[in-house]
């Protein structure tokens, strides 16, 4: 099977070599220096405005960011991002009738503490970056992501968007905006960024002890994008931002895809990979870089010296097959070597993705994920992948008597709050049950969808996640057991 696609794709390529032309296919005249795919060559010249005009038409396209609208860049100094910044810092260079009309602003999660960087190394790349954001010319703001344990409730609760926009909203907003002139520019001296915020070492010391309370690679990569996701929400909304762009790439995107399948998110797909998210109601994310390819980006960036900023992540030094994250992009990444159409015969699946979600205008809170934010696919029919894995959960337990983190007196959603690492809160005798389990201790898998429930099962310890996320959890506790305890005397729906 093999032997004979590769025979297939190898006839026409070799035909095809002697007849390529070096000049750019869009101009004829210069010399290209950029080959994209097999055909496609540009020269510097064309390939800025080939790579510009993408940019621009995906924004264009979608219609979403209204005039004015404060947004805010999510840059992490990777490549994709730092180039993202580039092309906004370039659509405000532009002529009055194509330049962008938003507010823009820009955002930056020191994880070093998560991946375990020393002080003085933090300080060194926040340093970069805010030499890379300050020639930027917009506001910014730097914060580690221990900030995560310290914030209130606020990001977890779903909070209600104002009702969308008609169609018509949008043009009418632009023809408005031309009208009326002008939004008061951001000009460089009142671009004052926030100093970076002082890190106590408990707090990092609190967010390793709960990255390490998580046993597998897999489990913490996901824990890890939940967190730094809730952390941008948390700073769009008390910034005053109602949209957050993202700098993922199609390359990244077709990862994306391929993890999300193989961590159970299926239900959570669209929102996972589509060029808008908007799961935390009133803060929605875009994807401008979705139709641009990671080898696009790379050869842009290398051309017209765009700094980006290296910083490590959980799996810089792990080996492929360390987590599903990075044995998926070493997957995708190799088959695209032989195999160029890979990413974007993935990617294109993601487009024809849609959410079926039944009245999400309506929906409680409770029906929302604790961490992810989806809603809970955990009510589904009894042939799910999650009924599957509670019945082997329940056969197993059978055989070596009572689950960590059960009461064996009850069965019912399990915690997974196991205390058995060394150094934790609970006490170690004989295994621990529900009833060693301090107190305050809310049951958050309920409130997990299926994904969710997964990563947690993986920690040793849920009371060392974000305060916010246990008190929620604590909430919706006491909420479904006062429904409980009066639903005799509740009308039906
Ligand atoms: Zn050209
Ligand atoms: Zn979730």
Redesign the pocket.
Known sequence: MMCQVVEEYEEPLEQEAPSVSKQ?V??K??LAVVVIRAGDK??R??FDQYFRHKFRATLGKNRIIFPGERVLLAVSGGPSSSSMLRQVQEGFGQSAHKKLRFMPGIVYVDEGGAVGQSVEERRLTVAKMEDVFKAAGFPFHILPLEQILDIPTSVVALRAASSPPPASAYKAAVDDFIRNGVISDVTPQEKAGTPPPYVLASQTHALRQMMDSVKTLTAREDLMSTLRQQMLVHTARSEGYTKVMLGHNCTRLAVQLLTSISLGRGAHLARDTGFSDSRYGDVTFVRPMRDHSAKEIAYHNRLFHVQCVFTPNLHTKAKAKSSIQHLTESFVNNLQVDFPSTVSTIYRTSEKLQTACKNSSSEDHGDKCLLCMCSLDTSGEMASAFQATLISERLSADANGPLPGENPGRRGPQTGSCCRGPGQRCVEDGGCSTALRPPDTPDVRPWLCYSCQLTVKDMSCVDVLPGCILSEARRRQTRSRMREEISDFLLDD
Do not use: L
């Open positions: 750019c869009k101009c005249e210069v540009y020269c010249d064309c």
